[in-house]
Every structure is written in structure tokens, then in C-alpha cells.
């Protein structure tokens, strides 16, 4: 018989998922800051966990504060 406790039934869900759906989770919450050069300078892309560009940035201040007011979590790429 199964133990039926909370901690039981999110490892059986977790079990359960998809590779795909494992990959998307948390994916509305994170982005990630590259460096890129863009016209001759250094400049910060940001990108979802999907891989969508988002926007850019002048600094990596400037990004992550942009993510951070925007409820996500940051991660740098290099």
C-alpha cells in the first residue's frame, strides 16, 4: 500500500512528467543574462529558460534589476 502523505504525492507527480514538462518547470520564472557584443560594445541580452530573447540591456545591473522587478530569478550565461 502507498503512503499517502503530501511529500508521497509530489514524488509520484514528479515520477509522472514528462520530459518536456520537466523542462518547462519553472521556465515562466527564470530568464538568463548573456554578454553580447552589439554594436561595437558590450551589451547584456536577457533570454527566457525557453530560449526567447527578451531584451537587452547597457549593463548587467541594469538587466538583473529589470528581472528581479519583473518577479524572476536570474542565472548568467557565458
Known amino acids: ?10 514524488a509520484m507527480a514528479l515520477r509522472r512528467m514528462s520530459g518536456t514538462d520537466f523542462l ?8 538568463f543574462v548573456k554578454p553580447v557584443a552589439a554594436e561595437g560594445r558590450q551589451s547584456y541580452s536577457v533570454y527566457s529558460a525557453s530560449g526567447e530573447e527578451l531584451g537587452h540591456a547597457d549593463s548587467m545591473e541594469l538587466a538583473e534589476a529589470t528581472a528581479f522587478k519583473n518577479d524572476f530569478a536570474v542565472a548568467t550565461l557565458h
Open 1 to 10: 500500500m502507498t503512503d499517502r502523505t503530501p511529500a508521497n504525492f509530489k
Open 24 to 31: 518547462a518547470l519553472g521556465s515562466d520564472k527564470i530568464v
